[in-house]
């Protein structure tokens, strides 16, 4: 079974400032990566994913992710963020070589909430 | 181009009552799948289906049902609506099963059962 663990809850930051959201995930086998964003009011958004090769990986805005194997993790960085940033952060992991029903299947965080203060 | 379509946005239900969420998606995808979201709970699969003809339990599928209408729509239905059942339901498509996770949302229906 796959799953993952978003670290913290809400990030509150002030423009301009870097952020890190920290993401961990559990698979016994190789899985894909993602980071999808929900603004308020709105269905989720893809917004960057690994599947293979470099292990960063990075958004049109400016975000980007590394996966990291020994650490089973798959942070999201960015070194200077807006307002417009504000919404909430999911990441997700898939397992496409586990077989029978998990082939597939995308596994959800908690979410982080990002807060970014003028 | 309208992606995912839900309806209704919103709803308001009884204890006891029965309603349908109504999905459709114009990107000719294959795969479709109902989500509920919770806070604290990330996003939860409820049902999914792979391709037209066929649905699957996800991970939470007790107290619903599923219809894949044709290739264009995946209905999600309340039977009996209870309390715990109060949560944001976002249908998503994807182009087939092995998409590789990316997934397609609509906007959300926002249920609250009384």
Redesign the interface.
């Known amino acids: 079974a796959q799953s993952?663990t978003?670290l913290d809850?809400q990030v509150p930051v002030f423009e301009e400032a870097p952020v890190e959201l920290r993401c961990n995930y559990s698979s016994s086998v190789s899985v894909?990566l993602?980071w999808y964003v929900q603004y308020p009011?709105?269905?989720?958004?893809?917004l960057l994913?690994y599947?293979s090769g470099s292990t960063l990986v990075e958004s049109i805005n400016g975000f980007e992710a590394e996966f990291n194997k020994s650490q089973t993790s798959f942070h999201l960085r960015k070194p200077s963020v807006h307002i417009s940033d504000t919404a909430e952060y999911?990441c997700?992991v898939?397992s496409?070589n586990a077989g029978g029903?998990s082939?597939?299947?995308?596994t959800?965080?908690?979410?982080t909430i990002l807060t970014v203060h003028p | 181009n309208a992606g995912v379509t839900q309806t209704p946005k919103f709803q308001v239900l009884k204890t006891g009552q029965s309603m349908t969420l109504q999905c459709a998606q114009d990107m000719n995808h294959n795969s479709m799948y109902w989500y509920r979201q919770d806070p604290g709970m990330g996003l939860r699969l409820i049902y999914y289906s792979a391709s037209e003809g066929t649905t699957d339990k996800g991970e939470v599928p007790n107290g619903y049902n599923v219809s894949r209408l044709n290739k264009r729509e995946f209905s999600l239905r309340l039977e009996s609506a209870a309390p715990s059942q109060t949560s944001v339901y976002f249908c998503a498509s994807s182009e087939d099963w092995t998409s590789a996770g990316e997934l397609f949302f609509g906007e959300g229906s926002r249920l609250t059962v009384l």
């Open positions: 993952v978003q809850s894909y993602f009011n709105q269905g989720l958004q893809l994913k599947l999911f997700a898939s496409p029903t082939y597939g299947k995308l959800f965080g908690q979410g």
